[in-house]
């Protein structure tokens, strides 16, 4: 399984991003599909999970600013970023996991500027 994630960049403070993550191999429905970030400094933290069935998850610092979703026919999980601030530049990671089995993409800088 390889995970391809996208969409990093510059962007300014108040503005929006989109991440997304394209899984090849044998990912099927029942993965729980997430986006990670690591920012400077700092160990990586887990940002939003959508798992079978849709249930979805934020953590708290970016609750109401992003948004989760997935495409299974497509094998992809997408991050929509709004109203970034400081605190949300880090390189984010898109993740699939299931029972044991763990995969993680090569991560995707988001740097956001004043």
């Known amino acids: 399984v390889q995970l391809q994630a996208s969409g990093g960049g510059l962007v300014q403070a108040g503005g929006s991003a989109r991440l997304s993550c394209v899984a090849s191999?044998?990912?099927?429905?029942?993965?729980?599909l997430g986006w990670f970030r690591q920012r400077p400094g700092k160990s990586r933290e887990l940002v939003a999970t959508?798992?079978?069935?849709?249930?979805?998850s934020y953590a708290d610092s970016v609750r109401g600013r992003f948004i989760i979703s997935r495409d299974n026919a497509k094998n992809n999980v997408d991050l929509q970023m709004d109203t970034l601030s400081l605190e949300d530049t880090a390189v984010y990671y898109c993740?699939?996991?299931?029972?044991?089995?763990?995969?993680w993409g090569q991560g995707t800088l988001v740097t956001v500027s004043s």
């Open positions: 191999g044998s990912i099927h429905n029942l993965y729980t």
């Open positions: 959508v798992a079978p069935g849709n249930i979805i």
């Open positions: 993740n699939a996991r299931y029972t044991f089995h763990s995969f």
